[in-house]
């Protein structure tokens, strides 16, 4: 039971490439998330997924997509990066949306240059 | 999401009894409070999650006062290992609820030899 991993650990970006970050998680949750951690500050949430199928905006989703592919997996896009998206981001997933005791993965290191 | 204060910083010694404080006067009667600590590296884990009245597992207890206008995270004996942030959120297990989902700067909890 490896619980909600995350692909890649580590990631160099230039200004103006894209990529995607892959979550997927083994638990049967219906909710998933992303969130961002800037050094020294606390998480904020880009996008969530309450459901297969649904997707929602979170505290700072602009930059950025998600695809909730199926009930397992979360991806996030970052379509044109910008220095100001270096940080790193957790996925997480919970049994029901809100504050419910979510379950997170070890996060991507992310560095646009 | 309810607006919430926690000390920045605190520190103690091993053996000791922790309580960390978490004010949030603006709860909502469906709001929950939830705790959540942070190893550097590593995404949260999720420590416990109450109502009402004390709430306490097998590594914490969460005293909620009659008036929920705060509530206090007590960590009995602590160790080196528990040297971490610990976030504390207020708020509703819907999916509207999750739109702000933000977990704030945290108490950073030194533990000390």
């Known amino acids: 039971n490896a619980g909600v991993t995350q692909t890649p650990k580590f990631q160099v970006l230039k200004t103006g490439q894209s990529m995607t970050l892959q979550c997927a998680q083994d638990?049967?949750?219906?909710?998933m998330y992303w969130y961002r951690q800037d050094p020294g500050m606390g998480l904020r949430l880009i996008y969530y997924s309450a459901s297969e199928g649904t997707t929602d905006k979170g505290e700072v989703p602009n930059g950025y997509n998600v695809s909730r592919l199926n009930k397992r997996e979360f991806s996030l896009r970052l379509e044109s990066a910008a220095p100001s998206q270096t940080s790193v981001y957790f996925c997480?997933?919970?049994?029901?949306?809100?504050?419910?005791?979510?379950?997170f993965g070890p996060g991507t290191r992310l560095t646009v240059t | 999401l309810a607006k919430t204060t926690q000390p920045i910083s605190m520190d103690s010694y091993e053996g000791q009894e922790v309580n960390i404080t978490c004010s949030h006067n603006n709860i909502a009667t469906n709001d929950y409070i939830t705790w959540y600590q942070q190893f550097p590296s590593q995404g949260p884990r999720f420590i416990i999650q109450g109502y009402k009245t004390k709430v306490t597992n097998e590594v914490a207890s969460l005293f909620i006062p009659a008036d929920r206008k705060s509530s206090t995270l007590s960590l009995p004996r602590v160790s080196l290992s528990d040297t971490a942030v610990y976030y504390c959120?207020?708020?509703?297990?819907?999916?509207?609820?999750?739109?702000?989902?933000?977990f704030g700067s945290g108490t950073q909890l030194t533990v000390l030899p």
């Open positions: 638990m049967n949750h219906n909710s």
């Open positions: 959120l207020v708020g509703g297990v819907s999916s509207g609820s999750a739109r702000q989902l933000t």
């Open positions: 997480a997933s919970s049994q029901v949306t809100g504050v419910y005791e979510q379950y």
